[in-house]
């Protein structure tokens, strides 16, 4: 489905990609684990044409995508949900999620979406009409992501939801990945500072340093790594291989 070959980018004369290669198939859930300034939120910038390869290629779908503005990838069908929410404070959830479809023209499809997402996030039904900059850092994480929902997303990117939340909101929010995934086919790429759950989650996932990819392998596969549990899952639960499936 994404497919990067090679993709360098470059801040001026810091290079903070340096030709990496990765792919994500359809109905997947792939993540990027890494220390801060390793380069995963450059990549999802550079997937989504807020900044342009200086080398390599970006396709999505069989199709080349590197450079293309942000809101003809929306309309492809990407959608993301930045690090830090992003949500507009001003306005209500309802009006929030409405922005999330601003490409959409059924009404009826847009109301049916809508109610998708209150069933997934009740507690954004319970503050449909409450202004966004005044809920909770967890409100608010729901709403970014109930809002890149929106735009019915083939591939949504989603870049540190867990940031800041409560552990009691992280489990919510993982939760509702998973379910995205196998009972919504939302395939996801997911940059996420709990490596543990993240990896836990993920069919395939990558480890970024230095803008490079320094490992690649199944979720299970990284999780088990020595050399992964010792830089990115100290003080995580006992990892534990996967029950075989009869």
Known sequence: MLTLNN??????????????????????????????????????????????????????????????????????????????????????????????????????????????????????KEREHQKAGTLSGGEQQMLAMGRALMSRPRLLLLDEPSLGLAPLVVRQVFDVLQRLNREHDTTILLIEQNAFQALKLADDAYVMANGRIARGGTGMDLLTDPAVQSAYLEGAPATRPRPVET
Not at 102 to 118: C, E, H, P, S
């Open 7 to 124: 993709v360098s980018v470059s801040y001026g004369a810091i290079e903070a990609l340096r030709g990496i290669s990765m792919r994500v198939e359809k109905g997947e859930v792939v993540t990027l684990i890494g220390a801060n300034g390793a380069g995963k939120t450059t990549t999802l910038r550079t997937i989504t044409g807020l900044l342009e390869p200086s080398e390599g290629t970006i396709t999505f779908e069989g199709e080349e995508i590197g450079g293309t503005a942000t809101h003809k990838l929306v309309a492809r069908g990407i959608s993301m949900s930045p690090e830090g929410r992003g949500v507009f404070a001003n306005l209500s959830v309802r009006e929030n999620l409405n922005m999330g479809a601003y490409l959409q023209k059924n009404r009826g499809q847009i109301a049916r979406d809508m109610a998708k997402v209150f069933e997934m996030f009740p507690r954004l």
